[in-house]
């Protein structure tokens, strides 16, 4: 495998910008590809992105451009549009990916409309090229100013992820191979749902132990889904499982979990996405992890839980109440 040289970036938003400024630290040449003219060129004339992270500096050698045509000049594209888009986003490009161009995804979630994982989203387009995921207990602001982070890269050959992991990895971002793309892709999208209900359990001002009552169980119930659908048990213990649950359900910094606080406390969800710029990727994952949970027989009674408050207008605390009166079992159940 030849060394990457070129990284390209598809996705303007926070964690794309982050991302670039990683890759500049790996030693990377950096393209940021964006449909947003108004970020590409902030990126391109003021080395900031002021829409998704006003406070961070980018390096002056990240360029940013909205011409897919230059797709071609990369060595490598790491894939961070959200979940939802990023069907529609890799058929756009498609014809301008060479297929000995690795593909990393970046985003975190289940496609609604099919409760497929990113990566077999992808292998539908892109049938010839390697595919990894990244994940794991990332917030963009930290990463974009070089802030010790560790991350998973998950792909189906260990020698494929090590590779990257070597390629992209630096000395404040710091990659762990593994082989097991389910367990990886299972934990980061359901983690986000967990933490809008650990979010909402802290607006209600129910306090830490219920939160992390509340966070444990969804880690089994992840556990559960992921175990089913050929996950390795570890995995879930891991960077990628246990480290990114733990960040996005301690911190209103996540943007799952802060939704979830404000609803809580009260105010609704339609208020709350109105004065947000990025995509909150829990909402739709609520829907396509439960439609998931049905598909393969896996209960999942705190996704359900979430998934009544966001999607079926459901009183909190009745739903709440409901949570708590369920039958006692074994704890590994």
Not at 35 to 52: A, F, L, Q, T
Not at 129 to 149: D, H, K, Q, W
Not at 209 to 226: C, F, P, V
Request: contains cysteine; positive net charge; hydrophobic residues 45%.
């Amino acid at each position: 495998m030849k060394s990457l040289h070129t990284i390209g970036i598809i996705g303007s938003g926070a964690w794309g910008t982050a991302l670039a400024q990683a890759m500049h630290g790996a030693g990377k040449k950096v393209l940021v590809f964006g449909r947003n003219h108004e970020v590409v060129g902030d990126i391109n004339n003021n080395h900031k992105n002021s829409r998704y992270l006003p406070d961070a500096v980018l390096d002056k050698s990240i360029k940013a451009t909205s011409d897919d045509a230059h797709i071609k000049s990369c060595d490598a594209l790491l894939l961070v549009v959200p979940a939802q888009y990023i069907r529609q986003t890799i058929e756009r490009i498609a014809a301008h990916i060479d297929p000995a161009t690795p593909i990393i995804i970046c985003a975190k979630g289940i496609e609604t409309a099919t409760s497929k994982l990113m990566a077999d989203v992808v292998k539908e387009s892109l049938p010839n090229n390697s595919i990894a995921v990244l994940s794991g207990p990332t917030f963009a602001a930290e990463v974009v100013r070089g802030l010790p982070t560790a991350v998973t890269i998950a792909a189906s050959s260990i020698e494929f992820a090590k590779f990257l992991c070597e390629q992209l990895g630096s000395r404040t971002f710091r990659p762990y191979a593994s082989n097991d793309v389910i367990g990886v892709e299972i934990a980061g999208a359901l983690k986000n749902v967990i933490a809008i209900g650990c979010g909402i359990v802290m607006g209600k001002g129910l306090g830490e132990n219920a939160r992390t009552a509340l966070m444990t169980r969804g880690l089994r119930e992840i556990t559960r889904m992921a175990v089913v659908l050929g996950a390795q048990p570890e995995t879930l213990m891991g960077l990628s499982g246990l480290g990114d649950l733990v960040l996005t359900c301690g911190s209103t910094l996540s943007r799952n979990m802060s939704l979830g606080f404000a609803l809580g406390r009260g105010e609704k969800l339609a208020d709350i996405l109105k004065q947000r710029v990025s995509v909150t990727e829990g909402i739709s994952t609520s829907l396509a992890a439960q439609q998931l949970g049905k598909s393969v027989n896996v209960e999942t009674p705190i996704i359900d839980a979430v998934v009544s408050v966001l999607h079926q207008g459901a009183d909190i605390n009745t739903v709440m109440e409901r949570l708590l009166s369920r039958p006692l079992t074994t704890e590994h159940r």
